[in-house]
Antibody
Framework: EVQLLESGGGLVQPGGSLRLSCAAS????????MTWVRQAPGKGLEWVSG????????HYADSVKGRFTISRDSSKNTLYLQLDSLRVEDTAVYYC?????????????WGKGTTVTVSS | DIVLTQSPATLSLSPGERATLSCRAS??????LAWYQQKPGQAPRLLIY???NRATGIPPRFSGSGFGTDFTLTISSLEPEDFAVYYC??????????FGGGTKVEIK
């Protein structure tokens, strides 16, 4: 059974940093692209970042480019998202999601999410 | 950027009725569109990919259709567990992905 477990969320002041982790199990982590998707309170879904498994290529939404960094450690079956220079508008539930193949096109399994609150 | 517009925002129906949800793209996305279901307090779940392919374990009452700019998710006969919010998502503009704003299917 595929399992994705996010951690690392919390309350942080504007300008602060957090590191989110996503522990994966139940599938060959190194063979699948992974993404982060967020959802602000009462709002819809927003794709944040994706990392391919074929060539390790990385991409970000314009709203987080230059502030967030995605990475993966296949030896630990873990996906990360480093959040720097946080803004109030980054407040959201952050979901880690698995993609069916080497590229991140669609998301076929999701974690339960971790909540990030940016507030002074 | 490709914008996905979902309609209606809210659909009020009774169990057993047919639900028809729309997703319109600001430019052609070919068949590169997926649908997700999200229940309150839960993560989204993939229902349909590439416009019309059901994901693993999705019951046949869910079907997707469309190509280009106009897409439809149909639930042939609503079950109590189908009342939720539904999102479309396109991958045509990869490496950037976008979601629609969602349609809430509520009990009438």
């Amino acid at each position: 059974e595929v399992q994705l477990l996010e951690s690392g969320g919390g309350l942080v002041q504007p300008g602060g940093s957090l590191r989110l982790s996503c522990a994966a199990s139940g599938f060959r982590f190194s063979s699948h692209a992974m993404t982060w998707v967020r959802q602000a309170p009462g709002k819809g879904l927003e794709w944040v970042s994706g990392i391919s498994s074929s060539d390790g290529s990385i991409h970000y939404a314009d709203s987080v480019k230059g502030r967030f960094t995605i990475s993966r450690d296949s030896s630990k079956n873990t996906l990360y998202l480093q959040l720097d220079s946080l803004r109030v508008e980054d407040t959201a539930v952050y979901y880690c999601a698995k993609c069916p193949g080497y590229q991140y096109y669609y998301m076929d399994a999701w974690g339960k999410g971790t909540t990030v609150t940016v507030s002074s | 950027d490709i914008v996905l517009t979902q309609s209606p925002a809210t659909l009020s129906l009774s169990p057993g009725e047919r639900a028809t949800l729309s997703c319109r793209a600001s430019q052609s996305v070919s068949n590169s569109l997926a649908w997700y279901q999200q229940k309150p307090g839960q993560a989204p779940r993939l229902l349909i990919y590439d416009a019309s392919n059901r994901a693993t374990g999705i019951p046949p009452r869910f079907s997707g259709s469309g190509f280009g700019t106009d897409f439809t998710l149909t639930i042939s006969s609503l079950e109590p567990e189908d009342f939720a919010v539904y999102y479309c998502q396109q991958r045509s503009s990869w490496p950037l992905l976008t979601f629609g704003g969602g349609t809430k299917v509520e009990i009438k």
